[in-house]
Nanobody, 121 residues
Framework: VQLQASGGGLVQAGGSLRLSCVAS????????MGWFRQAPGKEREFVGL????????YYADSVKGRFAISRNKAENALYLQMNSLKPEDTGVYYC???????????????WGQGTLVTVSS
């Protein structure tokens, strides 16, 4: 499975971006799709996830109320709508797939290449 993330860019604080992640193969219903980010010099951190079958979502406290994950099952596509962006949201954003409901990066098997989001103050 290959995951292709896109949609990153430069945005001013308070702005919005929408990231996309498309899978090369059908995403199985049992899969969990997650978004992570990594700022320069920091460890990769969990942003949010969605259970592919029922669409249940879960977010990190730092993005709750500002970010929203959605999916298009027919197109094997995952989205991350980011609103009210802050400079601390800057980083490379990755989509990834796991087989269980987990926020741990080590539990995710497949990773996209990442897309850079830069939020200026």
């Amino acid at each position: 499975v290959q995951l292709q993330a896109s949609g990153g860019g430069l945005v001013q604080a308070g702005g919005s971006l929408r990231l996309s992640c498309v899978a090369s193969n059908r995403i199985f219903s049992s899969a969990v799709m997650g978004w992570f980010r990594q700022a320069p010099g920091k460890e990769r951190e969990f942003v949010g996830l969605i259970r592919w079958d029922f669409g249940r979502v879960y977010y990190a406290d730092s993005v709750k109320g500002r970010f929203a994950i959605s999916r298009n099952k027919a197109e094997n596509a995952l989205y991350l709508q980011m609103n009210s962006l802050k400079p601390e949201d800057t980083g490379v954003y990755y989509c990834a797939r796991a087989l269980a409901f987990t926020t741990a990066p080590s539990e995710y098997v497949y990773w996209g290449q990442g897309t850079l989001v830069t939020v200026s103050s």
